[in-house]
């Protein structure tokens, strides 16, 4: 059975920092491009960073630009996303997904593009 499973989450002051994880089992996440995603009470889910399958192209959210960091570590089976200099309005249910519909090279951030999902890890950034 393929699962994904976020951790990592938490709550933090304003400017602080989290790592989540996204760890497979079950497939190989160097398989696939993985997405980050969140979802905050009310609002649509946003695609907030992704990596490649090869490992060397990353996007990100213009929300996230200079402050997020998307990584992969083969021998974890694992995809990290370094969040730092945290907001408020970074705080929202944070999902990692994995699909291999795109070239080898690419990821995008369209949720259309990821097959499979975790359960999510809440992230709070508050003071």
């Known amino acids: 059975q393929l699962q994904l499973v976020e951790s990592g989450g938490g709550l933090v002051q304003p400017g602080g920092s989290l790592r989540l994880s996204c760890a497979a089992s079950g497939f190989t996440l160097d398989y696939y491009a993985i997405g980050w995603f969140r979802q905050a009470p009310g609002k649509e889910r946003e695609g907030v960073s992704c990596i490649s399958r090869s490992g060397t192209s990353t996007k990100y959210a213009d929300s996230v630009k200079g402050r997020f960091t998307i990584s992969r570590d083969s021998a974890e089976n694992t995809v990290y996303l370094q969040m730092n200099s945290l907001k408020p309005e970074d705080t929202a249910l944070y999902y990692c997904?994995?699909?291999?519909?795109?070239?080898?090279?690419?990821?995008?951030?369209?949720?259309?593009?990821?097959?499979?999902w975790g359960q999510g890890t809440q992230v709070t950034v508050s003071s």
């Open positions: 997904a994995a699909g291999d519909r795109r070239l080898f090279f690419l990821c995008e951030l369209s949720g259309n593009d990821y097959d499979y």
